[in-house]
């Protein structure tokens, strides 16, 4: 699967997993790259479903060799899962709050 650099794009991966192009950039944004059911569901969401709930739509390592940027919004482990951090090339350029530093 091939991603836009160039002017404006938006794709939903899964979940809050995006990728946004822009500028001949690509941004990941909210890595969740777990396999499908591999966590346990989200505390007080009212069911008891694994996450993910769906499988990644294509490989992820195209994606993740193509990636500029990763913007994680904050650090729950449904917008930046174990499996994200562990395959997430550590020289990538990765934007957080301060925080989650």
Known sequence: MSFKKTTWSLQLIRHTTLVIGTNNSLILIDPMLSAKG????????????????TDLP?????????????????????H????????????KRIFCQPADL
């Open 38 to 53: 591999a966590m346990d569901p989200v505390a007080n969401a009212g069911n008891d479903i694994r996450i993910p709930m």
């Open 58 to 78: 294509f490989d992820i390592g195209n994606l993740l060799d193509q990636i500029d940027a990763v913007f994680i919004t904050h650090t729950h482990r449904d």
């Open 80 to 91: 930046w899962d174990a499996e994200a951090q562990k395959i997430i090339d550590k020289s």
